[in-house]
């Protein structure tokens, strides 16, 4: 019998062989000679492994089931009999389009459904959505021939493509005169409400000072300068071959730009000649290199550091050691010691990040990194060393009394940490950029005060003395409020980006939404027994018996349903859906991680229940909408005419559909009944909100997360102490202030 199945699906497979190549004797698929490179597509047939590829030689070829109608036919039930064209743009002949024919399951570039699409070099195709399990892949294939290929080679490494580089860099030299040195002194970086009126640090409008001579300064500001950006200045000749090679590697071992290679030199040039550009790329680092070998030709090395300590940018509108000193010392730059050289020196990779008045800790700690790195390199002893970390840092009254001026100080320090995330340090530390926010003033006003407020009613009762309150737009994950503290100047620490928490039950979506994705149904029942996994027993239901379905699971927040759910899907999809869903912190795959056992932050949690109120579009959580470079402007008074060098999205791939709608859809209702008819009572405001509780043993983290769709509006809470100590409260808490803030904002 099992002999003579297998006979029989030999002679199938060879009738089906037959059929095949007699319709492929008949179809319009040129053959190439051997070795041939043109343009095609490659296409893999749902599951499988291999694929074929069809040249593109001619104008115009239809994709379909019909052999009749059809030039390249593919055999599969989500195909239409006539699916789809490629042919070439009638405008640009070396393009191909691909159009839709009215197919049934349509023509997909990624999640998006298109009606015609220019194809660019290896664009993947799917003919029908890409969740399909057998969906049709295009691969588009724009193949160079040969012949370019060696040209192009030559062109780079060949005599011709040398000429052009000598040349190239000889146009570039000519360029940049450097005697007399230009007067350049930027402005200062500004930050802008999403109103694009409303600034949130003031301006300081103190004149800027120079001095003479490098001797005018203190004598340990170099060193602390070139112990902290250039240990080599006085060896190199502007430009720094050992440290490049060094930046190389460790950029390599990091995988990515983790180590700049700049010199002093070259940020010089970088800061006083705004034709150098900002742009991350190759040409910018060699018009960099050529200014600064054009300056050490001219200028000795003493007048290089000089300038550079004259014009260097320390954040606000401060330009140069002088202007800086006066500012936060009330002396100037020629009489700053070890500890307050250090300090400035430490403020230059992120000067709007973080400064002694409102970061004191994180600039104690850098100061005491330059200080070792100046004893390392012999320039203090290990006596001054050590009263030079031992000292406090004195700052001016006036400095204080300004910087407290800032609006919404943890969100205007967390906008420059993305700024360095955007840009990398070499160039947030320049000035001159123009950043456009989504902060609204008033709401952050409400959370700042809500959050003030609920502490000093509340905080002393339940045993909680901080918290951090986070909101975001669903439809782009655009941050209009973020609360760090209770007190910015009490503590810079940002409780709703630094701290990481264990989120307890708001975890628990994850799991929820791993189970939906997977085709499980919300209204499958789960034993509410007692659950034994990996070795650990967890608890029966506490607000319920017997079986109850996900729906009901989610609302009474009920550990033995979501570690059942967890189970039946699998703690890799678990682990999967959080990051798709933008949990960037480290996760471990165990059993307690569903009851939020691994550490998180507030915003990212805020920003993951995004996309349940979006239709399980994620949006990544940003305060920065747009920066502009405030050199590059066609009218210097308008900051809108400045050149953009960053906007949210322009790549297309900070805003993505993570989960199916209809498994947002059902999120969303189960999460509606945890504030209808489960833990989250205490949030109600009667607008239709979604949201889930969360707490931790021993009441440590207190959590809500919560959204109201129709307001488009996700606010994540957290309440408790910095040292882990135990409240003696839940997450009821955190409802309360939720409903209490969402009520004043809406």
């Known amino acids: 019998m099992g002999h003579h199945s297998s006979n029989s699906d030999s002679s199938i497979s060879k009738i089906v062989t037959g059929i095949w190549d007699n319709l492929q004797s008949h179809l319009h698929i040129p053959k190439l000679k051997p070795n041939a490179r043109v343009q095609g597509i490659h296409v893999r047939n749902g599951g499988e492994k291999?694929?074929?590829?069809?040249?593109?030689?001619?104008?115009?070829?239809?994709?379909?089931?019909?052999?009749?109608s059809c030039d390249i036919v593919i055999r599969s039930a989500i195909i239409s009999q006539t699916h789809c064209v490629i042919e070439r743009d009638s405008n640009n002949p070396q393009k191909f389009v691909i159009r839709d024919l009215n197919s049934t399951n349509g023509v997909y570039c990624g999640n998006q459904r298109y009606q015609s699409l220019t194809l660019e070099h290896n664009d993947i195709i799917t003919l029908g959505p890409p969740e399909l399990a057998d969906v049709v892949e295009i691969r588009f294939d724009k193949r160079p021939p040969k012949s370019l290929i060696i040209a192009r080679f030559g062109l780079i490494t060949g005599s011709l493509g040398l000429l052009l580089i000598i040349v190239w860099i000889g146009l570039e030299w000519l360029k940049y005169d450097v005697y007399p040195i230009p007067d350049h002194v930027g402005g200062s970086t500004?930050?802008?409400?999403?109103?694009?009126?409303?600034?949130?640090?003031?301006?300081?409008?103190?004149?800027?000072?120079?001095?003479?001579?490098?001797?005018?300064?203190?004598?340990?500001?170099?060193?602390?300068?070139?112990?902290?950006?250039?240990?080599?200045?006085?060896?190199?000749?502007?430009?720094?071959?050992?440290?490049?090679?060094?930046?190389?590697?460790?950029?390599?071992?990091?995988?990515?730009?983790?180590?700049?290679?700049?010199?002093?030199?070259?940020?010089?040039?970088?800061?006083i000649y705004p034709d150098v550009g900002r742009e991350n790329n190759l040409a910018r680092k060699l018009r960099e290199m050529i200014v600064a070998l054009k300056l050490e030709a001219v200028y000795s090395k003493d007048e290089i550091i000089k300038t550079y300590l004259n014009r260097v940018y320390l954040g606000i509108n401060l330009y140069g050691f002088e202007d800086a000193a006066r500012f936060y010392f009330d002396k100037g730059a020629q009489d700053l010691n070890i500890a307050e050289s250090a300090t400035l020196v430490a403020i230059l990779p992120a000067p709007n990040a973080y400064n002694p008045v409102q970061d004191y800790d994180t600039a104690i700690k850098f100061r005491n990194r330059v200080i070792e790195r100046m004893l390392n390199a012999g320039m203090i002893t290990k006596e001054e060393a050590s009263?030079?970390?031992?000292?406090?840092?004195?700052?001016?009254?006036?400095?204080?009394?300004?910087?407290?001026?800032?609006?919404?100080?943890?969100?205007?320090?967390?906008?420059?940490?993305?700024?360095?995330?955007?840009?990398?340090?070499?160039?947030?530390?320049?000035?001159?950029?123009?950043?456009?926010?989504?902060?609204?003033?008033?709401?952050?006003?409400?959370?700042?005060?809500?959050?003030?407020n609920h502490l000093a009613t509340n905080g002393k009762q339940h045993n909680f003395s901080q918290g951090a309150i986070a909101t975001i737009k669903a439809k782009n994950g655009e941050i209009i409020a973020l609360v760090g503290g209770k007190d910015y100047q009490e503590s810079q620490f940002n409780r709703a980006t630094q701290a990481k928490r264990q989120p307890g039950s708001t975890f628990k979506v994850f799991a929820y939404t791993a189970a939906l994705e997977a085709g499980i149904s919300a209204n499958k029942s789960y034993s509410c027994e007692p659950f034994r996994w990996q070795g650990f027993t967890y608890r029966a239901c506490e607000r319920s018996g017997g079986a109850i379905n996900m729906y009901q699971g989610l609302a009474l927040s009920e550990n033995a349903i979501a570690l059942r759910v967890a189970q039946d899907v699998g703690l890799n999809k678990v682990v999967e859906t959080a990051k798709k869903l933008g949990i960037k912190s480290e996760l471990n795959a165990v059993p307690g991680l569903i009851l939020g056992q691994s550490e998180v932050n507030v915003l990212e949690m805020t920003g993951a229940y995004t996309a349940f109120a979006n239709q399980g579009i994620w949006s990544r959580p940003h305060a920065i909408k747009v920066i502009r470079d405030g050199r590059d402007c066609e009218d210097y008074e308008k900051h809108n005419t400045c050149r953009e060098i960053y906007r949210f999205n322009e790549n297309k791939d900070e805003q993505k559909q993570v989960i199916n709608p209809k498994v947002a859809q059902t999120m969303n209702k189960m999460l509606h009944q945890v504030i209808t008819a489960g833990t989250g009572k205490n949030a109600s405001i009667g607008k239709d909100e979604a949201g889930k509780t969360g707490t931790t043993n021993k009441g440590v983290d207190l959590w809500f997360i919560g959204y109201v769709t129709k307001e488009n509006l996700v606010t994540g809470i957290w309440l408790g102490n910095d040292n882990n100590s135990p409240t003696n409260s839940s997450s009821g808490q955190a409802a309360i202030l939720w409903g209490n803030y969402m009520k004043k904002i809406i």
């Open 50 to 68: 291999h694929t074929s590829f069809y040249p593109l030689l001619g104008d115009r070829y239809i994709i379909g089931r019909s052999t009749k």
């Open 387 to 452: 009263e030079a970390r031992r000292s406090r840092i004195y700052l001016s009254p006036k400095a204080k009394e300004t910087l407290s001026k800032i609006l919404a100080p943890y969100y205007y320090s967390h906008v420059f940490q993305e700024m360095n995330h955007l840009l990398g340090n070499n160039l947030t530390q320049e000035g001159d950029f123009i950043i456009e926010t989504a902060l609204n003033p008033k709401i952050q006003a409400i959370a700042e005060e809500s959050l003030k």
């Open 190 to 271: 500004v930050v802008y409400a999403e109103d694009g009126k409303t600034l949130l640090s003031p301006r300081i409008d103190s004149p800027h000072r120079e001095l003479d001579k490098l001797e005018e300064f203190s004598p340990y500001l170099p060193k602390a300068l070139m112990a902290s950006e250039d240990s080599r200045y006085y060896w190199h000749f502007g430009v720094d071959p050992l440290g490049i090679l060094r930046a190389i590697l460790i950029n390599k071992q990091e995988d990515g730009v983790k180590q700049g290679a700049s010199t002093i030199t070259q940020q010089l040039a970088r800061s």
